[in-house]
């Protein structure tokens, strides 16, 4: 018997509330020896006691848990964001999660939007770096509130950071293959390098020194605008792109899209070796919210995601195989053309996988 793995299951707000839920019931029934504990960090623990992180809350996390899951923060009646951003980016920085690890990948040719895109012309992944860029909090406002006011936005890229997310790229290229199993040949950098000359020097500077350490990877370069362009015209040829914390924000919710929406995108949040962070891509959407619309595939594959990352691949496989079930017999959500509801969509995916083959796990 597998020793049991503690994870924690932070669901947050609005729709986190929803997905979370059916991915925890979804992994119980792989029968993986993992224990869940939940914790209410959020917009209503904000508005009732002004907690964001009770105190000394990312070291209890670190120390206590081997993974922890989340749904999404994010409340219209928190104007400020305060709680998603000490919450959510205070987990990723505090906890140097630096590697966001988001997979794109198009599991039925129906759910792309674009004309002949096939399952296998669609499997890449984004690195997106995670600790720094404009997401730093550097900066601040002067004359605040008249009409002088000047507001600053600090871009910090250091030579650490880059080098160990191009790294980390380069070194997931090496190791991970392709749904079919083929192996992957490129990492593309992007970055807006023409006009933000000061960062995106040291991100070129970077990427052409790490990748001779990989000589048998291709390398490509692409500015960010014209990368939006072809990830719409004909996104065949991604393999694993490289990029800035803000950028990789961006074009993941585009490639979001092309995988048939925010509702199916899964990620992680890596720092290998200490405890990671398992999150889908979308957020709290408030005008879903509550009303069991919710797509819970992106939880339920990010819980996968989770499992494999544990080592647990054969309850992850399982799951990645109810979903795709799901997906082809049309037991899904409306957004991506189905009839059932949250709850039901995720009943649904937890009972193929108890009544699927046993596997020896
Ligand atoms: P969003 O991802 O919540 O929603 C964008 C669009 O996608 C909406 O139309 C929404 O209905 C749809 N959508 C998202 N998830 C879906 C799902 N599972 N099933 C079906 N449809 C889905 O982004 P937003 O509207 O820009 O932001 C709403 C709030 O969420 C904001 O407070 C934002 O800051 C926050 N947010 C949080 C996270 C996070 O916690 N990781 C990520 C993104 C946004
Ligand atoms: C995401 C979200 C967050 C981000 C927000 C909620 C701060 O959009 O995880 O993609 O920008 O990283
Ligand atoms: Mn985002």
Request: hydrophobic share 40%; with cysteine; net charge neutral.
């Amino acid at each position: 018997m597998a020793a049991l793995k503690k994870i924690a299951a932070i669901p947050g707000d609005g729709i986190g509330q929803e997905v979370i839920p059916q991915a925890l019931k979804v992994v119980q029934a792989t029968g993986a020896a993992i224990e869940f504990t939940q914790f209410d960090w959020g917009a209503d623990r904000f508005l009732a006691d002004s907690t964001t992180v009770p105190t000394d809350g990312f070291t209890m996390l670190a120390r206590d848990f081997e993974a922890i899951l989340v749904g999404a923060f994010g409340d219209p009646r928190i104007a400020s964001n305060i709680h998603a951003k000490e919450i959510l980016l205070g987990m990723r920085t505090k906890m140097d999660l630096f590697a966001n690890v988001r997979p794109v990948r198009l599991m039925d040719e129906s759910l792309c939007p674009l004309k002949s895109v096939k399952p296998e012309d669609l499997d890449f992944t984004v690195i997106r770096e995670n600790t720094e860029g404009v997401y730093g909090d550097s900066g601040g406002v002067f004359k605040l509130g008249t009409p002088d006011e000047v507001a600053i936005q600090e871009d910090i890229n250091t030579r650490k950071g880059v080098e160990r997310i191009i790294r980390y790229a380069f070194e997931y290229c090496s190791n991970s293959k392709k749904m079919n199993g083929s192996p992957r040949r490129r990492v593309l950098m992007c970055d807006k390098s023409n006009a933000m000359t000061h960062a995106g020097g040291l991100w070129q500077r970077t990427f052409k020194d790490v990748a001779r350490d990989f000589p048998k990877i291709e390398t490509q370069h692409m500015y960010v605008d014209a990368l939006c362009m072809q990830m719409v015209r004909d996104p065949r040829n991604f393999d694993v792109i490289v990029t800035n914390n803000m950028f990789g924000d961006i074009i993941t919710d585009l490639a979001a899209g092309l995988q048939g929406g925010l509702g199916v995108a899964a990620s992680g949040n890596l720092r290998p070796r200490h405890t990671s962070m398992f999150e889908p891509v979308h957020g709290s959407a408030p005008p879903i919210a509550g009303k069991n619309v919710a797509n819970p595939l992106g939880a339920i594959l990010t819980a996968a995601m989770m499992l494999a990352h544990l080592g647990l691949d054969q309850p992850a496989r399982k799951i990645e195989s109810a979903v795709l079930a799901a997906v082809r017999e049309k037991k899904t959500t409306a957004d991506i053309g189905g009839t059932l509801g949250t709850e039901q969509a995720g009943e649904w995916i937890a009972s193929k996988v108890s009544t699927s083959k046993d596997l020896d796990y």
